[in-house]
């Protein structure tokens, strides 16, 4: 999955329509239909972008956004409006707004916008150099991987999986993917090769190695790396 898409619409056919064509291009998404049950939801997901309307039940747009912004979501906010008034704007930027989109709008714009958010949502991860994850910090220039300060040793091939798993937060990694990636297309090791590194980093990452929390196996697929249970 390409990241997690918050949408809220009360409008069901937009609502559904978005959500369909936004999967479609890979993306997980969740829909809220109205201002609480929105609050709610982007407070327990803390999703990389959400498409928020303006008029919703319960809460606004407006009053969702300062809420989640104020409990901390840095989430990319794209906000769906009917309204072209300079206050109403200058209201959703105060609130935390990123970006509007005036209703109605062209699907093909919007999806364009969404790759736009997510394109540079990458590019800042991998320039980036130093990355807080819980008790890990991990140094991608220095090449090194601190746990609650302390400096963990890690191999080269193990640190380029670890690095792969941290710009890759919540999506579903294949071995054939880790293969390519950290060994490259000419050498090229069995996927058994690939479990028995997950070994090594869960013994230095997990809380309990029999039972890991931060790389987690999909069967039959590969791998997940979720930074939260650092």
Not at 121 to 147: A, N
Request: aromatic share 8%; net charge negative.
């Amino acid at each position: 999955m390409k990241g997690i898409v918050v949408v809220v619409e009360d409008e069901e056919a937009i609502r559904i329509g978005l959500r369909d064509s936004l999967e479609l291009e890979g993306y997980t998404v969740i829909t809220a239909q109205d201002g609480k049950v929105a609050e709610e939801v982007i407070l327990k997901e803390r999703p990389d972008l959400i498409i928020l309307d303006l008029m919703l039940p319960k809460q606004d747009g407006y009053e969702v956004c300062r809420k989640v912004r104020e409990k901390g979501v840095d989430s990319y906010v794209l906000m769906l409006t009917a309204k072209k008034e300079e206050l109403d704007r200058v209201q959703g930027f105060n609130a935390g707004t990123d970006d509007y989109m005036v209703k109605p709008f062209s699907l093909m714009e919007l999806l364009a916008k969404v790759k736009a958010v997510f394109r540079r949502m990458r590019i800042g991860k991998e320039e980036q150099e130093v990355h807080s994850l819980g008790t890990l910090e991990v140094d991608f220039k220095k090449y090194e991987v601190r746990k609650e300060g302390k400096l963990l040793e890690f191999s080269p091939k193990e640190f380029e999986i670890l690095r792969y798993f941290i710009l890759h937060p919540g999506e579903v990694v294949s071995r054939d993917d880790l293969l390519t990636v950290v060994w490259g297309y000419e050498v090229y090791p069995s996927t058994r090769t690939v479990d028995n590194f997950i070994v090594r980093l869960r013994q230095k990452l997990e809380k309990d190695a029999d039972n890991p929390a931060v790389i987690k196996s999909i069967r039959g697929v590969g791998y997940k790396f979720c930074p939260e249970a650092l």
